[in-house]
């Protein structure tokens, strides 16, 4: 494991298993984007490659598109018309995450064995099938709380809490200070800015 001069853990990239992908259930366009935002948001930052949106929201999946164009990283919004075709064709674990799950800390060790992950959550109702087409459902704690908290830590747990050095293709970072804010931004040329 690797440790960024912020202290945080991550693994290093030759031993990580592959970058998870979300899929966000029951978006309403118009009335949740500012959560399915936070939601995304959250799933980059901490690792995944992509974001499943049900229903498709373009206009979010555009703004979300410019978020990672200057911070950097591969993350793409995906429009997912049919939730249950992306559960059912996910090559890998689909990991339901729902405060009536099994404890995170139990399924950890199954989750670091690797293979692609795919991790499912949802939004003010939750179709009830989903808590059988799922390989698991998992609670980060028994408690209500919001499915950007829960993704959040699930995903620090496997992955590790991201560091300050930028992603690849960045055209933004932020240099950590104690107090303030610094950002620096690279130039045409490749150099970042003082």
């Given at each position: 494991?690797?440790t960024?001069?912020?202290?945080?853990?991550?693994?290093?990239?030759?031993?990580?298993?592959?970058a998870?992908?979300?899929l966000?259930?029951?978006?309403?366009?118009?009335?949740?984007?500012?959560?399915?935002?936070h939601?995304a948001?959250?799933?980059?930052?901490?690792?995944?490659?992509?974001?499943?949106?049900?229903?498709p929201?373009p206009?979010?999946?555009a703004?979300?598109a410019h978020v990672?164009?200057?911070?950097?990283?591969?993350?793409?919004?995906v429009?997912?018309?049919?939730?249950r075709?992306v559960?059912?064709?996910h090559p890998?674990?689909v990991?339901?995450?729902?405060m009536?799950?099994l404890?995170l800390?139990?399924?950890?060790?199954r989750?670091?064995?690797g293979?692609?992950?795919?991790?499912v959550v949802g939004?003010a109702?939750?179709?009830?099938?989903?808590?059988?087409?799922?390989?698991?459902?998992?609670?980060?704690?028994?408690?209500p709380?919001?499915?950007?908290?829960?993704?959040?830590?699930?995903?620090?747990r496997?992955?590790?809490?991201?560091?300050?050095?930028?992603?690849?293709g960045a055209?933004?970072?932020?240099?950590?200070?104690?107090?303030?804010k610094?950002m620096?931004t690279?130039?045409?040329?490749?150099?970042w800015?003082?």
């Amino acid at each position: 494991m690797g440790t960024g001069s912020s202290g945080s853990r991550r693994t290093s990239r030759g031993s990580r298993a592959p970058a998870p992908s979300v899929l966000r259930i029951g978006h309403r366009p118009g009335r949740d984007p500012r959560l399915t935002t936070h939601l995304a948001l959250a799933a980059r930052a901490f690792g995944a490659e992509r974001m499943y949106l049900h229903p498709p929201d373009p206009e979010l999946a555009a703004r979300l598109a410019h978020v990672a164009d200057g911070w950097g990283g591969g993350f793409e919004v995906v429009g997912a018309p049919d939730w249950r075709r992306v559960v059912r064709e996910h090559p890998g674990t689909v990991v339901h995450l729902t405060m009536y799950g099994l404890p995170l800390e139990r399924v950890l060790p199954r989750l670091r064995r690797g293979g692609p992950l795919l991790f499912v959550v949802g939004g003010a109702k939750v179709p009830a099938d989903l808590y059988r087409l799922a390989a698991l459902n998992v609670a980060v704690g028994h408690q209500p709380h919001s499915e950007v908290a829960a993704l959040a830590v699930a995903l620090s747990r496997l992955r590790g809490v991201p560091g300050p050095t930028p992603l690849p293709g960045a055209r933004r970072r932020i240099v950590p200070t104690a107090r303030g804010k610094r950002m620096r931004t690279r130039g045409e040329d490749g150099r970042w800015s003082r």
